[in-house]
Every structure is written in C-alpha cells, then in structure tokens.
C-alpha cells in the first residue's frame, strides 16, 4: 500500500483531539504532548488520518530499508532506515489464519524507534508488516509513503533424533515428525581421518506425509558420521526452515574376512584374515586370552603344545585423534599339526587307540564317562601326569571315593584320565550309556593301561572326539 504525504492545519488537528480516544495499542509518551498522543490515535485508517495541508509542513520522508532479520519461530526483529523528519511510526500487521490465507493489514504497534521486536508468535506462520512515518507537532501531523516487507516464522527443531540399527554399513535417523512441517532435509557430515569431519553436505529431502525416519546406507565401518535434520514448510511463495537438529553416531567396524588357518606345524598355527577398511592394526586372541596386537594381516601363533587345538578370534582397531575404536570379532578353530606319537579316543565307538610316527601300534576298547556332566571332555588334550601306581580321590554329588590304580595318564586339570578300571567287567559297546560310565576318566583293563602307559609319556597329545 502506498499513501499520499498530508499535512493538516492546527484547527483541524484540535477537532480530532477532542473527538477521539487512544485506542488499545498506542501508548503516550511522556516527553510528547497529549495533542501528539491524540492525533496518533487517529490513525487505524491512515489513507483518512489526516487532510491536505494548506500550507507547506515538514513532511517524513519515506520508509527505505525495510527488513526482517533474526527470525525465529516466535519472534523476529523489524528494522528500517531512520526517516528525516519523522519522530514517530506505525506498524500495521497482517498474519496468516488457520486455513493458509493472510488476513487484512491490522494496526499493531505505535514506536519511536526504528527497530521493532515482535514476540509471541506462531512457527512457520507469514507475517506481512507495513510501516508508516510520521511527522507530529502541537501545530500539525504529516505521513510518509509507506514500505512493506512479509516473511514467514522458522520452524521449530524437530526433537528426538536418533540412530539405531546400526550395522557396518548403514545406520537408520529418526526423529518425532512437525505437525508444521511439508519436508525434512537431510545433511551429513563424514568423519575425516584426523578426527575432524566435513562440512555438513546435503544428503537427501524426505516428505513429511507420515515419515520420520530415514536409512542411510553405503557407509563405512568404524567411522563416525554426524547427522542435521531440518524441518521446512513453503506456502504462498515463502519458506521456513528450523534450525536443524544433530546427532552422530559410528557404524559398527566391519569383521576381520577370510580368517583361516593357513598353516601348521606341530607347535605352531599360521592365521590369516583379510584386510579391514579403516584399520590400523587388529587384536588376535587364543582361547579367551589376547596375545598379540599386530599391524598386518598374518600372525604365526608359535610355542603351543603338540598338536593343540585353539579357538582364535581376531577384530579390527582404529584410533581417530584419541579415540580407539575396536570392531566384532571374526572366529576360526584351528590345531597345530598331529604329532606322530598321540593318543586319540572315540567316544561314539568306545576305542583308545596309540599312534606311534602316524600308524596304530596299539587299540582297545573302553569305557568313558557317563553323559551329560560327568561325560569326558572332548578336545585336544595333553598328558599331565603320568604315575604307576597311583592314588585316585574323587566326590561327585555328596559321594566320594579314594581308589588305588595301577596306572594312571591324567589328561585334564579337572582330574580326568586314562586308568585301568579292574572293576569293570567288560568294555567298549554302549556300558558307557547303561549305567557304568566313569566320572570322566577313561577306563580300560589293567593290561591295556599297562601298554599305553609304556607307550605314553608327559606332554603326549591325546585327542577326544
């Protein structure tokens, strides 16, 4: 809206003062007089505020610089060029309703100053202003051209934002949906790495029609990636942006590939694993126990027992500036390479037999321990004890028992071994199963104990399977 510059004489201003009261929204001030107050509280219909002067007045010049700045999704500030001649202004206000339509201009707000706060407002809402200056003494009143501006209110945050299902390359955002919001724009930051991450690049626009999660998918394991979330609204022409909500999360480091025995010996285990995007170095592990962190892709497992079995696992490490980040393990089972003299019992078949340079000089039928908690354990063992004759001192379950044997080849730090059993009547088939299994130990006649204890030595491999 533009308006015509009026000036008005002296008689016609005291008819106004005399015939109109401030209205809601003006305040008087104290340093202007009450001719002044009255003659700005004529001005809800400023195109009829004022005549044509007859005599040439001061006349405001007209609005320039008029803009809205530090929006916020309750606020904004108004600001305009200081107009010559004017000591006053008139903000006239129009606002969208609820069915997405902007209402007439309304008179709102009467200051001194160029610049004006307008709090309490509604997010992602147009506000259009029209600003009018004024020229007011004791003898007349002058107008200026007026200037408008609109603008719509920020959105506010969306709130709640997380990162769950997180895998070694992807990860899931989401976040409570805006009832004001059309769209969310996307942004992502990566980890750089020294630590630092990049400037935040636009990733994707997802619509607000019943979504508030998004997956994102192609990243990489064990890097740190931060997350922005903004809410937009545009309608009739304009836009509004909230400030945008962030969140980082890491996706899981990826697993070590390919993890293998490549190679053994009968004292050593050669393990290999492919190499892991991002790692500086890996943990290996054996049996539970870490024993060495390694910069390559290769460790030679050296000075095991003859013929051991081990349970390995490996995982990949990355440290970013002060951050050491570890990955999911990767597992393999692997054994040295079988000595030629061994020991090796079957429990499905009940036989003991004794290799000597890979062949069997010597089988025999046995009994092993019961099943369930009293079953010999399988594994890859070795000799322990190698006594003749020896004393054996058990309990099980409230009983227990002191039993002399004549040959005794403990295989376990749990007191299982290779004895002979003089009270079992016969041995091999299924007895093991029908009430005459051992508490562990494998049971064989005196005269087979006697041969695979001369044949059997401290450290000799013995394998249950």
Same mark, same amino acid.
């Given at each position: ?12 201003? =005291? ?11 003006? /305040? ?13 509280? *004529? ?35 108004? !600001? ?68 408008? /501006? ?18 070694? !390359? ?32 636009? =990733? ?24 922005? @979330? ?6 009739? &022409? ?26 053994? /010996?009968?004292?050593?285990?050669? =393990? ?38 081990? *349970? ?5 490490? +990355? ?22 003299? +061994?020991?090796? @019992? ?31 354990? @399988? &594994? ?25 044997? !004549? ?17 079992? !009547? ?6 093991? +199963? ?23 030595? @401290? ?7």
């Amino acid at each position: 809206m533009s308006m015509k510059k009026f000036v008005i004489p002296f008689t016609f201003l =005291l008819a106004i003062i005399i015939c109109v009261a401030v209205p809601v929204g003006v /305040t008087a001030q104290t340093s202007a007089s009450s001719d002044e107050a009255m003659a700005v509280a *004529n001005l809800e219909n400023p195109t009829d505020a004022v005549e044509p002067a007859t005599e040439a007045k001061l006349i405001p010049s007209d609005i320039k610089g008029l803009k809205i700045t530090e929006v916020e999704s309750d606020s904004l500030l108004l !600001s305009w060029d200081k107009s010559d001649n004017a000591n006053i202004y008139t903000i006239y206000r129009a606002q969208e309703t609820s069915n997405g339509k902007v209402g007439e201009y309304k008179k709102y707000k009467t200051v001194k100053s160029n610049t004006f706060r307008d709090t309490g407002l509604s997010e992602a809402k147009i506000y259009r202003y029209q600003i009018f200056a004024y020229k007011m003494t004791d003898n007349y009143i002058t107008q200026s051209k007026s200037a408008v /501006t609109s603008v719509m209110t920020k959105l506010k945050n969306v709130s709640n934002v997380q990162l769950y299902d997180k895998t070694t !390359s992807s990860m899931t955002l989401s976040w409570n949906a805006s009832p004001s919001a059309d769209k969310y724009i996307i942004y992502r930051s990566d980890e750089k790495t020294d630590g630092s991450f990049e400037k935040y690049k636009k =990733l994707t626009e997802v619509s607000a029609d019943g979504n508030d999660k998004y997956t994102d998918k192609k990243l990489v394991g064990g890097t740190v990636y931060k997350y922005k @979330v903004v809410a937009e609204r545009t309608a009739s &022409g304009a836009s509004a942006v909230s400030a945008g909500k962030a969140v980082k999360g890491i996706t899981i480091f990826n697993s070590p590939d390919n993890f293998k025995k490549l190679s053994a /010996t009968e004292t050593s285990i050669k =393990l290999g694993w492919s190499a892991v995007t991002h790692a500086d170095k890996y943990e290996l592990y054996r049996d539970g126990v870490k024993i060495k962190t390694v910069k390559g892709t290769t460790y030679n497992d050296t000075k095991l027992l003859s013929g051991s079995l081990h *349970n390995y696992s490996v995982r990949a490490v +990355r440290k970013v500036a002060k951050n050491v980040r570890r990955g999911n393990y990767s597992y393999v089972n692997a054994s040295c390479k079988l000595p030629g003299s +061994r020991i090796e @019992v079957s429990i499905s078949s009940q036989t003991l037999k004794v290799y000597k340079k890979n062949k069997v000089i010597y089988s025999t039928p046995v009994i092993t321990g019961a099943p369930g908690d009293r079953a010999t354990s @399988v &594994g890859h063992h070795h000799i322990l004890s190698h006594k003749s004759p020896a004393i054996l001192k058990g309990s099980y379950r409230g009983s227990k028992w002191t039993t002399k044997v !004549s040959y005794w080849m403990g295989f376990t730090y749990s007191g299982q071994g290779i004895h002979d059993a003089t009270w079992q !009547s016969a041995f091999g088939g299924q007895y093991y +199963r029908q009430g005459r299994g051992s508490h562990g130990c494998v049971n064989v006649s005196l005269s087979s104990a006697k041969k695979i204890y001369d044949n059997s030595y @401290v450290g000799m491999l013995v394998i249950v399977k």
